[in-house]
């Protein structure tokens, strides 16, 4: 198509177009926001950076902000943002169940890592959209990898609007919905805010173990279960590891509990084989080019993991049984510091003996958390293995942890191999 026609098109039906083709390519949701700008959430993101609310993301920083609200930075030239969101919602109610002590995973990572399918779903709708339009449009796009707030986009163009628990909340398909940017020049009437709102609720807030939501719709990372068990490369702090109860990667409290999430029903495409591309018409688009791999974990969706197997795991079982899966962001190391979490909060003494071995042969990071793991299960085994270990242990950081475990023995052992402590080991 010629110029003069282009420019025709875009003057009659370009937005509805440009919507119908993101339907058309998988996506659940689609709306439009202007590239306008983003000033009061650029100032509602430096203050939460200076108040410390954001403390633990270090790349999370204020020039990441400021280039992040400013569309222009992003695309030159930039007018519209094409703002998406595709549903992740399975109620797992089919998956395998374990008699094995298990540790929880959050819905969003029990299938594929969201970011390579969604990528791969945007990339193939700008170039059917260029082919479309017959248009040489410039296009960035963006789920969870850049520095736009996506969030922001989603509220400004109505795609949902904010919940209390920060999370954008949406008409069908409450908050389980990944968010995405398409930011372009093409010039689109941009779609209005939703007018919702929680109304009275703070059932999140109520719910959340750790009070990481100090306010509504204010997180305080370093409180959130999700900071702590996928991002966070050190040690949890010791006061909240027994509100952590069994999350091993991430955590769903504060959308479980939420009312609009009740209605929403599940849609698994994201979580079958390679990207056929939901509802695409064409057949063909989404699927990958020949003779790439698909990057599908080996196994199919799982909502929970055998803690035993993986305080056994060497790194390569975990980046063989984890290829594909957003699970590799935690790394082993800090996957295995969140089995002993789990471990010591479920108490059971038959997982003492995986426990020993890790308090010997893990990483400085999984020997600490073994033992408080130990200490918290506080059987007589429990108490010898940290004994010997105490003799054996050279890292300064896992003794602290050591002597802590063994202390919280004196104050309410009551020996025996099977008799569980009561009192926290705080
Ligand atoms: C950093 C980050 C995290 C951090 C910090 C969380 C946080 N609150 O910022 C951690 C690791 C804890 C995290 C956890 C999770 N994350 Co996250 N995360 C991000 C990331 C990369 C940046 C978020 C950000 O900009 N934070 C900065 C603060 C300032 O932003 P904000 O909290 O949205 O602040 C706004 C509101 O507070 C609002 N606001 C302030 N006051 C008021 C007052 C009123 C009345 C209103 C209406 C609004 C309002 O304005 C602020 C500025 O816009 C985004 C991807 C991206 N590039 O945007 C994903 C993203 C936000 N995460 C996502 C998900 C799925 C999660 C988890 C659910 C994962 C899980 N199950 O474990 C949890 C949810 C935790 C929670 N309750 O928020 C999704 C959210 C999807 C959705 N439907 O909202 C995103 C958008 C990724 C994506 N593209 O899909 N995440
Ligand atoms: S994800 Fe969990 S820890 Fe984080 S705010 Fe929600 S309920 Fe709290
Ligand atoms: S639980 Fe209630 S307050 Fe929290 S996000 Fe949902 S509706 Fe809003």
């Not at 983003?38 to 280039?67: E, H, Q, T, Y």
């Not at 030239?77 to 919602?89: D, K, Q, V």
Request: aromatic residues 8%.
């Amino acid at each position: 198509m010629g110029e003069s026609s282009a420019t025709e098109f875009i003057s009659t039906g370009l937005k509805s177009t440009v919507t119908a083709y993101a339907e058309e390519s998988g996506f659940d949701l689609v709306r439009v926001a202007s590239a306008q700008e983003f000033v009061d959430d650029r100032k509602l993101a430096l203050d939460r950076i200076k108040d410390g609310l954001m403390d633990g993301l270090p790349w999370f920083n204020n020039s990441r902000v400021l280039r992040g609200t400013t569309p222009q930075e992003l695309l030159p030239g930039a007018r519209s943002i094409i703002c998406l969101g595709l549903n992740y919602f399975e109620d797992g109610q089919d998956f395998p169940e374990s008699s094995a002590p298990t540790g929880k995973l959050a819905r969003y990572a029990w299938g594929r890592d969201y970011h390579k399918v969604i990528k791969r779903r945007m990339r193939v709708y700008v170039e059917g959209l260029r082919k479309k339009l017959g248009n040489e449009f410039s296009a960035r796009w963006y789920v969870d990898d850049g520095p736009m707030l996506d969030r922001a986009a989603a509220s400004r163009s109505g795609v949902g609007w904010f919940g209390k628990n920060g999370n954008i909340l949406t008409s069908n398909l409450g908050s389980w919905v990944f968010l995405g940017q398409v930011i372009t020049d093409l010039e689109l009437e941009p779609d209005q805010p939703l007018k919702q709102t929680c109304g009275n609720c703070v059932r999140c807030i109520d719910a959340c173990p750790t009070g990481a939501i100090v306010a509504p719709y204010v997180i305080d990372n370093a409180r959130c279960i999700s900071y702590l068990t996928i991002e966070n490369r050190g040690e949890i702090p010791l006061a909240l590891r027994p509100q952590i109860g069994d999350w091993i990667f991430g955590c769903d409290i504060c959308q479980d509990v939420c009312p609009v999430n009740r209605k929403v029903t599940p849609t698994p495409t994201l979580w079958q084989g390679d990207d056929a591309g939901g509802s695409q018409t064409d057949g063909q688009s989404h699927k990958l080019p020949t003779g790439q791999v698909s990057d599908a974990p080996p196994s199919g969706p799982i909502a929970t993991l055998d803690l035993v197997e993986l305080l056994k795991m060497t790194e390569e079982e975990f980046r063989q049984r984890f290829r594909g899966s957003p699970i590799l962001r935690a790394k082993r190391v800090g996957l295995q510091r969140n089995a002993c979490v789990a471990l010591g909060n479920k108490g059971d003494p038959l997982s003492v003996p995986a426990l020993r071995q890790a308090l010997f042969a893990g990483e400085a990071l999984v020997r600490g958390h073994a033992a408080w793991a130990l200490g918290r299960i506080g059987v007589t085994e429990a108490k010898l293995a940290l004994e010997q270990a105490r003799a054996d242990e050279r890292d300064e950081a896992v003794l602290q942890e050591i002597a802590q475990a063994l202390k919280s023995f004196g104050r309410s052992y009551r020996g025996g191999s099977s008799k569980r402590r009561t009192e926290s080991s705080l």
